[in-house]
């Protein structure tokens, strides 16, 4: 059974840090690609920052230069490390992996953790 677990959200003051962490399990961590998306109320979920198997990275503008994505394959987990938060970077963050089989993606999500940022 595959599990992804987030950690780290919580409450934060603009200009602080957090940094995310999302657990694995049920899957061969090192094959998937991971990603960190958000949805803040009455938005869609958007993409924040992947992190492919071979560590290559890419991030939502908004995020560039403030957020950096990282992977321990020897931990089966993944981070996003935060900085210089703003209150536009309140949100649901949720954890997926992403493997390609035979050509099919196989997507699996989190359950999500709350970040909330202060004026």
């Known amino acids: 059974q595959v599990q992804l677990v987030e950690s780290g959200g919580g409450l934060v003051q603009a200009g602080g840090s957090l940094r995310l962490s999302c657990a694995a399990s049920g899957i061969i961590f090192s094959d998937n690609t991971m990603g960190w998306y958000r949805q803040a109320p009455g938005k869609q979920r958007e993409l924040v920052a992947a992190i492919t198997r071979g560590g290559s990275t890419n991030y939502a503008d908004s995020v560039k230069g403030r957020f950096t994505i990282s992977r321990d394959n020897a931990k089966n987990t993944v981070y996003l490390q935060m900085n210089s938060l703003k209150p536009e970077d309140t949100a649901v963050y949720y954890c997926?992996?992403?493997?390609?089989?035979?050509?099919?993606?196989?997507?699996?999500w989190g359950q999500g953790t709350q970040v909330t940022v202060s004026s």
């Open positions: 997926k992996s992403q493997v390609v089989r035979v050509g099919l993606p196989y997507d699996y």
